[in-house]
């Protein structure tokens, strides 16, 4: 028992090596060419602590940028915390997606699933706007165990425009449930929306995976003390 | 602790009409109260619509640095930027991190400017904050011509961890023999804190000026978010 609890807090990371975490990136430009990688292979990464890696870096073609800052933690809690800014090169309207996972054995039982967005989307041009929106039915930030949704902010169908030369637009969202997930095996963050040509925005995502504590022991003890039958001496 | 370096990008499908990579030269300065301090000298990469991309990440001890410039063609002078910082020690950290060009077009001595920054923060009880100097600024030469988040500012993620903020700007400038444009960012981070900028700076075509600064002009100079 002891033993299996262990193995739940333990760390992943590889002696000296990154706390693993992958990432997928897709754009409506180059749809059949999605980057998937371990994040340790698409930029620069440096462990915190034994439980934690920070990684950033940054991705770039003819029709978009991307940058990104993530900090993925796997120890009494699981948590990815990731800032990506991203820019349409292109000339029309991109509908991108991006996902952070964490790939590891999550506590099982009743766990409490938070998480908190906010998102700026800037227009760098002298007219026009700048609009970040939902794609379809599906809302634009996702937190998934394993490959189920578990929570989900900015549900379609959500826009955030802003106006004028120059103009900037802000918002935020936080979002947290209760999990009974049977041998979770991965905590994962993914957006999906739609950017103007020539815009760029920024979205930091944060999701925090932790187990309900349960009573401790010594109260157990102690409820069970009470509950028993009392002794009379006769 | 310890930091690889691997591929510090990915570039995928470009240079391919590029003349040059070279064209445009930029300096990227990064201080740290964690004894963080490096000065680095980034050859410009140029994009297919004439504009000159740089980036670079850095990592000292518990400071992270993710940077990203945009420089469109010099005639309309308009530089983007997109600054990632996390601190992720148990300390308060003090950043700065500037990044100056070369003009090699001089804009026109009397020009009208026009700026915006986006500020993203995540981070349990993260906090933001300057005292002594704008969070965000541009000095052309020696002059400070623009400044956004002016001190004092803080702010912070909030309970939920996470939340964003802006702030816009506009003006006019006369400076003659312009030299070296210089964004600068100072920023106080709160132990844990991740933030994000994402804005820019852009003289304001002559054409265009007039009808876009109009209606800014009667309003008030700045609006902060």
Same mark, same amino acid.
């Given at each position: 028992m002891v033993f299996l609890a262990m193995c739940w807090l333990a760390p992943t990371a590889i002696a000296g090596g990154p706390i693993p975490a992958e990432f997928y990136w897709q754009a409506s430009s180059a749809p059949d060419d999605p980057v998937a990688a371990e994040l340790s292979m698409l930029g620069e990464w440096t462990n915190i602590d034994e439980a934690s890696t920070v990684y950033t870096g940054s991705l770039l073609s003819t029709a978009w940028h991307l940058t990104w800052t993530t900090t993925v933690t796997n120890g009494q809690e699981q948590m990815i915390d990731t800032i990506l800014s #991203?820019?349409?090169?292109?000339?029309?309207?991109?509908?991108?997606?991006?996902?952070?996972?964490?790939?590891? =054995?999550?506590?099982?039982?009743?766990s409490l699933l938070s998480l908190a967005c906010s998102?700026? #989307?800037?227009?760098?041009?002298?007219?026009?706007? &700048?609009?970040?929106?939902? #794609?379809?039915?599906?809302?634009?930030?996702?937190?998934?165990?394993?490959?189920?949704?578990?929570?989900?902010?900015?549900?379609a169908v959500y826009a955030l425009t802003a106006n004028g030369p120059f103009g900037v637009a802000t918002d935020s969202a936080a979002s947290m449930t209760t999990v009974q997930a049977i041998? $979770? &095996?991965?905590?994962?963050?993914?957006?999906?929306?739609?950017?103007? $040509?020539?815009?760029?925005?920024?979205?930091?995502?944060? =999701? =925090?995976?932790?187990?309900?504590?349960?009573? $401790? =022991?010594?109260l157990m003890v102690a409820l069970l003390w009470c509950l028993a039958p009392s002794r009379r001496r006769s | 602790m310890k930091t690889q370096h691997i591929a510090s990008?990915?570039?995928?499908?470009?240079?391919?009409?590029?003349?040059?990579?070279?064209?445009?030269?930029?300096?990227? *300065? @990064? !201080?740290?109260?964690?004894?963080?301090?490096?000065?680095?000298?980034?050859?410009?990469?140029?994009?297919?619509?004439?504009?000159?991309?740089?980036?670079?990440?850095?990592?000292?001890?518990?400071?992270?640095v993710s940077t990203t410039m945009v420089a469109s063609p010099i005639e309309d002078l308009q530089l983007a930027t997109i600054m990632q910082?996390?601190?992720?020690?148990?300390?308060?950290?003090?950043?700065?991190?500037?990044?100056? %060009?070369?003009?090699?077009?001089?804009?026109?001595?009397?020009?009208?400017?026009? !700026?915006?920054?986006?500020?993203? @923060?995540?981070?349990?009880?993260? %906090?933001?904050?300057?005292?002594?100097?704008?969070?965000?600024?541009?000095?052309? *030469?020696?002059?400070?011509?623009?400044?956004?988040? *002016?001190?004092?500012?803080?702010?912070?993620a909030g309970q939920s961890g996470s939340a964003s903020t802006y702030d816009t700007g506009n003006g006019t400038v006369f400076i003659d023999n312009w030299q070296t444009l210089q964004v600068r960012y100072a920023v106080d981070l709160s132990a844990g804190t991740t933030v994000g900028f994402n804005g820019g700076f852009a003289f304001v075509p002559t054409a265009a000026s007039l009808w876009t600064l109009a209606p800014m002009l009667a309003t008030r100079r700045r609006r902060r978010h």
């Open positions: #991203v820019t349409n090169l292109g000339a029309t309207t991109q509908s991108f997606v991006t996902g952070t996972s964490l790939q590891s =054995a999550l506590a099982p039982g009743d998102l700026a #989307v800037t227009n760098l041009q002298f007219d026009g706007a &700048a609009t970040l929106e939902t #794609v379809g039915e599906d809302p634009l930030v996702q937190a998934k165990i394993d490959s189920t949704v578990a929570t989900s902010n900015f549900d041998d $979770p &095996a991965g905590l994962s963050v993914w957006a999906r929306f739609m950017l103007t $040509p020539g815009d760029t925005t920024t979205l930091h995502l944060l =999701a =925090a995976y932790s187990t309900i504590p349960a009573p $401790p =022991a010594s | 990008a990915l570039i995928l499908g470009l240079c391919t009409t590029a003349t040059s990579l070279a064209d445009l030269v930029g300096v990227l *300065d @990064i !201080a740290g109260s964690n004894g963080a301090s490096t000065s680095t000298t980034l050859n410009g990469l140029a994009l297919p619509d004439g504009s000159t991309y740089w980036t670079h990440q850095y990592i000292h001890e518990e400071l992270t910082f996390s601190n992720s020690g148990t300390e308060d950290l003090q950043v700065e991190v500037a990044f100056s %060009m070369t003009l090699s077009t001089l804009p026109p001595p009397l020009s009208e400017w026009l !700026a915006s920054q986006s500020l993203n @923060i995540g981070g349990e009880d993260a %906090m933001v904050e300057t005292d002594t100097e704008p969070l965000w600024s541009v000095v052309v *030469d020696d002059t400070l011509v623009a400044s956004l988040f *002016d001190n004092p500012f803080s702010f912070s």
